[in-house]
């Protein structure tokens, strides 16, 4: 895989969100070398849709979500927004995106200061922009927060730690939703969580969704979840983007070698599903330092070829919104 | 103590009997694990499955007796081959630890001493508790490397573990654990800090390594996905007690207690189609300092009454294979009744699954 | 059934997380209230030291009979003079509570000026890093490496010697300023290391970062967001720093580089009788000493107390 190519964005006015030839990269320490973070990837959201982006760590799925926010601003590539171009704003141009984007992050307790009140913590986005008088912040945070499900006398009086972990994640949401954004980055808002609380809050997230008319960017790991909220899903590999599909295509027929190893490897709780042995994949994800040649999936790729090291695949058409990039992909076009 | 080669193949290994662990803390007892039972054979693998702060690492912990001393309360009996362990001191523990009973946690990268090399770690317990030689046990972690599949063994033995991946470093602490030849293994989370095709290699690995070795696994995880196709029996915790206990396909196939139930419902699954609405349980784990009387459950329980909430449902075996604490299972009339109300109001769908 | 406690020491993660949860009040409750006691009054003296009557006396020097009985240390600790007398016959007490006044004045105004600053340099080079980050770095090694008493003989001995000091509003002794600057210039570096350490961990959290998200400056994440995190841990660097500085400036007066006379410090006084220990000085020197000690074990043990009661509020996290 490694997919470069644009074969699978939309028509440039349909997408809320389009991201092309993205680049983002870390200094290692002082050593003159880099991590290559995410490299070249480009999608594309529509308005009102959900996009996963699945993989597992190293992949550059965070990334890709914090380099949307301009945090930090990548290093290559353009991110454009509503037609507006980003990665060259700056000033008020760059306030009034901060305003139509939000982030939600991982962990709901280290995203929270741990020395304020809630109230005060979802009053803050309101502060920073001076909208409204203060009984209008107030009531507009009064408001998010019972949106949310958190009692606004209780956040009145009260400081994150006295919150559960699913609490602390609604108030997160509750602080993104305060200005009205249009679009959402979830970065792995529900791996923090236990299984009964995660249900919770993905559907809270589901609801939000339909009342407010958001979009949604979903990154997270686990596929099962991601499969679950997406209308899309794209999945990513060592900074590269290896298949996008609709979710339950991608379930049903995957293209890409990877997504195929990494639905095998997830653990079903269904003992009848006997996991197999023969459809693991060997090894582990190489360092992002020194990618593979080519295909960077080739490593650990049980169908690699020569052909793989040499030439990196490029995201192809197989109808229906479905595109992958692989030289041998599993299914061909319709 | 009988050698590896003497230790009978089958029976029952361990038994618990009404195992409570409290804790004294400032704001009241913690009672973390409060009157668990059951029993394991020789050779096989269960896995116990629950939240957090559902007590199932603390019960993992009491049966190796791996608790600090200051503030510990354990009550009940931990039978491990016919001799109760809870009435050893630290003196008499110690001949259990590393050669009948050994555990892998989390976090290789904080169970492993990082100035020390793997080669070094590992032959270490082998010299202690097997009278090793150095060439000797050298050789024998060099066996246990190939064992756990780390690929380059030799090369591994002189290595510190910041050298290793996340899964070879796991690798290693399963070697370490499986040095002296342990009858029981407790595995506390083993995946849980690694990527999902590098957790399903670990998985594999342990299970292999059970068959191979005979050894009784303990697994602890919060994932029902993970005990799903690894475990022979599964035992579902709740605030410190036992929700359900029962053969893997049983519970899956014929799930009793409305704990389960929920769990299972509330997870994402892959089969479904996408933007399935998941059925959340409401509210939140009790606190174990004050917990609810009567069922623990009750709270959250949709099918709950006023028996739930005043009187303690005992664990009951309802076949040879299945027990479970509960007044009004999955399938009983009143259960029955309220599915019959959540169908109509169109939470759940009529086959039983969820709209 | 069979009551053990299990008796090992183990990893402690869990446990210690559902032990730390209590606020360990109740452990050196006493000492704290002690501490906090004794700090009181010692404040209380050193603040009215000026218009208490006994300690009006603290440069009185007895005349006729009574110096001939008091002179050169004769003066044993009694009802009248509690601490005993110096070789020149003026009440110990009365000087030492004096003393107090002067002590703690430059321990305060070095370790908020050195809170101040440093904090201030600390932040910045924590939170905004690159070159900022490296020049502050190499001033702050420069400052640690160099040597204190090098240090007070240049400041105090070359730039501060005798005089007033007019400054406007305040008008002071120069040597006296001269011992404050020379202390908040050997605090700035440590406490500079601590804050910079603490900004550059606190702005890896994801509240910094949502804020940055959020469109926040950097001047309104570091007040809002960054600060009031960094305050316990300034806090209780605040006090046992503060106790540092006492003996520190003890040291200084030893060497004979800290305040002159009419304004004495402890260390001052037990620089001036140490030469006569062995001709009746002993309880000239106790007595500072004493006070010394325990002003220094008060703020230690405030400041480590201070310290854990808001690592509670982390820990409970």
């Not at chain 1, 249900?199 to 949604?216: H, I, P, R, S, Y």
């Not at chain 2, 317990?125 to 000797?136: G, I, S, T, W």
Request: charged share 20%.
């Amino acid at each position: 895989m490694a997919g470069t190519g644009k074969a699978h964005l939309h028509p440039e006015g349909d997408a809320l969100l389009r991201v092309e030839d993205l680049l983002v990269e870390f200094p290692v320490g002082r050593t003159g070398l880099k991590v290559n973070a995410v490299t070249g990837i480009s999608f594309d959201v529509l308005p009102g849709e959900t996009l996963g982006l699945v993989g597992e760590s190293g992949c550059g799925k965070s990334t890709t979500g914090k380099a949307i926010m301009q945090l930090p601003r990548p290093n290559g590539g353009s991110i454009a927004f509503g037609g507006q171009e980003l990665t060259s704003l700056a000033g008020e141009g760059m306030r009034t995106l901060r305003t139509n984007i939000q982030m939600i992050f991982q962990d709901p307790i280290s995203s929270l200061n741990p020395r304020r009140k809630v109230t005060n913590i979802v009053m803050e986005p309101l502060n920073i922009w001076g909208i409204g008088t203060p009984e209008e912040r107030l009531k507009k945070v009064n408001e998010v927060l019972e949106a949310v499900g958190i009692d606004p006398e209780r956040a009145a009086s009260s400081r994150p730690y006295q919150f559960s972990g699913g609490q602390c994640q609604r108030i997160s949401i509750a602080r993104a939703l305060v200005l009205d954004p249009k679009m959402i980055i979830c970065d792995e808002p529900v791996s923090a969580l236990d299984v009964s609380v995660q249900a919770q809050v993905l559907n809270l997230l589901e609801d939000l969704k339909a009342k407010f008319g958001l979009t949604l960017v979903f990154i997270a790991h686990d596929l099962a979840v991601v499969k679950n909220i997406s209308d899309r899903v794209a999945v990513m590999y060592l900074g590269k983007m290896c298949e996008v599909a609709k979710s339950d295509d991608l379930y049903l027929r995957p293209a890409h070698p990877y997504t195929q190893v990494l639905l095998n490897s997830i653990p079903v709780p269904d003992p009848k599903v006997r996991p197999t042995g023969n459809q693991r994949v060997q090894g582990e994800i190489p360092s992002p330092v020194m990618p593979p040649s080519g295909c960077r999936f080739r490593t650990r790729c049980p169908i690699a070829q020569d052909r793989c090291a040499a030439e990196e695949p490029q995201l192809q058409a197989l109808g229906d919104d479905h595109y992958v990039a692989c030289h041998f992909p599993l299914r061909t076009a319709n | 103590m009988t050698a590896p080669i003497n230790r009978p193949q089958e029976g029952t290994l361990l038994e618990l009997r009404n195992l409570r662990t409290h804790f004294s803390t400032a704001r009241g007892v913690v009672r973390a694990v409060d009157g668990v039972s059951f029993t394991l054979d020789r050779g096989k693998s269960l896995g116990i499955v629950g939240e957090s702060g559902s007590g199932k690492t603390i019960l993992a912990r009491s049966i190796m007796g791996l608790l600090p001393k200051r503030g510990t309360i354990r009550h009940g009996e931990v039978l491990y081959a016919g001799q109760d362990l809870a009435s050893l001191g630290l003196k008499g523990m110690r001949k259990f630890w590393g050669q009948e009973m050994s555990m892998i946690f989390q976090d290789p990268m904080t169970s492993l001493n990082p100035l020390m090399r793997i080669g070094h770690q590992i032959s270490e317990p082998l010299r202690v508790h097997l009278d090793m030689d150095k060439v000797n046990a050298r050789a024998t972690a060099l066996k246990l490397l190939q064992d756990v599949g780390i690929p380059e063994p030799e090369k591994r033995l002189d290595q510190y573990p910041h050298e290793l991946s996340g899964g070879m470093r796991q690798r290693a602490m399963i070697a370490i654990a499986l040095a002296c030849g342990p009858t029981l293994l407790f595995a506390d989370e083993p995946t849980t800090a690694l990527d999902v095709t590098v957790q399903a290699q670990i998985l594999d690995l342990i299970q292999d390594q059970r068959r191979d070795r005979n050894m009784s696994v303990i697994l602890v995880t919060h994932d029902l996905g993970v005990v799903a196709g690894h475990t022979d029996e599964i035992a579902v915790m709740y605030a410190g007690t036992l929700a359900e206990k029962a053969s893997t396909t049983e519970l899956f196939a014929n799930r009793k207690h409305p704990y389960t139930e929920a769990l299972l419902r509330s997870i994402p699954r892959l089969d479904q189609p996408s933007h399935t609405r998941l059925l959340a349980i409401g509210g939140r784990p009790p606190d174990l300092i004050t917990p609810p009387t009567g069922c623990r459950f009750a709270p959250r329980c949709p099918y709950a009454e006023d028996k739930c909430r005043a009187e303690i449902p005992e664990l009951e075996a309802a076949s040879a294979d299945h027990s479970f604490a509960c007044w009004h299972p999955v399938g009983s009339p009143r259960w029955q009744s309220k599915q019959d109300e959540l169908v109509s109001t169109g939470v759940l769908s009529a086959s039983g699954g969820i709209a | 059934m069979s009551d053990t406690v299990i008796e090992i020491p183990s990893r402690p993660n869990i446990i210690t997380s559902l032990v730390r949860r209590i606020p360990p009040l109740r452990k050196w409750k006493f000492g704290l209230v002690l501490s906090v006691s004794y700090i009181v009054v010692l404040t209380f003296l050193a603040v009215f030291a000026n218009v208490l009557p006994f300690v009006r006396r603290y440069n009185v020097l007895p005349k006729g009979a009574e110096a001939r009985r008091l002179a050169s240390y004769r003066g044993k600790p009694s009802s009248e003079y509690w601490f005993g007398n110096d070789k020149l016959g003026r009440d110990t007490f009365a000087r030492s509570v004096y003393a107090a006044q002067k002590t703690l004045t430059i321990g305060l105004a070095s370790i908020v000026a050195a809170l101040v600053i440093g904090g201030l340099l600390g932040m910045l080079a924590g939170y905004y890093r690159g070159w900022y980050d490296r020049v502050l770095s190499v001033i702050f090694d420069v400052l640690l490496a160099f040597p204190a008493i090098v240090l007070a003989l240049i400041v105090v001995g070359r730039f501060f010697q005798g005089g007033r000091l007019n400054l406007g509003v305040f008008e002071m002794d120069k040597r006296f300023f001269g011992v404050i600057v020379v202390l908040t210039l050997l605090s700035i570096a440590p406490l500079a290391r601590i804050v910079r350490a603490q900004t550059l961990s606190l702005s890896q959290r994801e509240y910094v970062l949502a804020a940055r998200g959020l469109g926040a400056s950097s001047w309104r994440i570091l007040v809002r967001e960054i600060l009031p995190n960094l305050l316990p841990a300034m806090f209780s660097v605040a006090f046992t720093g503060l106790a540092v500085l006492l003996v520190a400036e003890g040291g200084l007066a030893f060497l004979g580089f800290s305040v002159q006379l009419p304004f004495p410090t402890w260390g001052f006084m037990i620089n001036e009788a140490r030469s006569d220990l062995t001709k009746g000085g002993g309880w000239a020197v106790f007595f500072p000493c004493v006070l010394l000690f325990l002003t220094v074990l008060a703020f230690n043990v405030i400041g480590d107390r201070v310290a854990r009661r808001f690592d509670i509020r982390e820990a409970t996290l």
